[in-house]
């Protein structure tokens, strides 16, 4: 069965710091892959996603994400973190073949320290 | 505002309860998703909708009955619930049933005694 690992379930950083955030997936067809970012008493919402093209995908809120294949990650990166950027995030995948049926991976609590 | 609108918030029923969820989209989408999020566990999806039509229910127990009359409007069903079913519930939406990102409502926490 396909799965989404976050390696990471709870990252604290200071201000400023850069972030990476891990996610693998385990299924080698085609996929297609999102970032979600869940704020505190919030909904989730879209931060980024990668269909095909360029594998460095650009996201809201200066979040990046790179799809590397061979290694079946598509890891989330920003370079300096705000006290706002505190939240959890969610990797999830679709294979092509299942349409919009999202795999999600456990989730990361981020921790901004001001 | 996301566009996804579900109610109630919160929800705490016995065992032997009846009560539905319900879901309201703006969005103009024709899909229409259950989610279920339990502390420390993936976000598991529970049932999907497109064109009104249930596409997919990944083994869920019948305790948990879906409704979608139209393409804006998804209701789940819930009838003598078990305490492990305590979580938030989410529903989401999207263009089609065909690899669109997905817009999700702030859920209803559910409680079951």
């Known amino acids: 069965a396909q799965s989404v690992s976050q390696h990471n379930h709870h990252v604290i950083l200071s201000e400023a710091a850069s972030l990476e955030l891990g996610c693998n997936y385990s299924y080698g067809g085609t996929v297609n892959l999102f970032w979600y970012v869940q704020y505190p008493g919030q909904h989730l919402q879209l931060l980024l996603k990668?269909?095909?093209?360029?594998?460095l995908v650009k996201g809201i809120k200066g979040f990046e994400a790179e799809f590397i294949k061979s290694k079946f990650s598509f890891n989330l990166r920003k370079p300096s973190v705000q006290w706002s950027d505190t939240a959890e995030y969610f990797c999830a995948v679709t294979k092509e073949t299942s349409g919009s049926r999202l795999t999600f991976g456990e989730g990361t609590q981020l921790t901004v320290n001001p | 505002e996301t566009g996804v609108t579900q109610t109630p918030r919160h929800l705490v029923m016995g065992m032997t309860n009846k009560k539905s969820l319900k879901c309201e989209q703006h969005l103009g989408h024709n899909a229409m998703y259950w989610y279920k999020q339990s502390a420390k566990k993936p976000l598991e999806l529970m049932f999907v909708y497109n064109f009104k039509e249930q596409t997919e229910n990944n083994s869920v127990p019948s305790r948990f009955s879906p409704e979608c009359p139209n393409s804006s409007h998804l209701f789940l069903h819930l009838h003598t619930l078990q305490p492990e079913d305590s979580a938030l519930y989410l529903c989401?939406?999207?263009?089609?049933?065909?690899?669109?990102?997905?817009?999700f409502g702030d859920g209803t926490r559910l409680s079951i005694l």
């Open positions: 990668y269909f095909s093209g360029d594998p």
């Open positions: 989401a939406s999207s263009l089609t049933a065909s690899n669109q990102p997905q817009h």
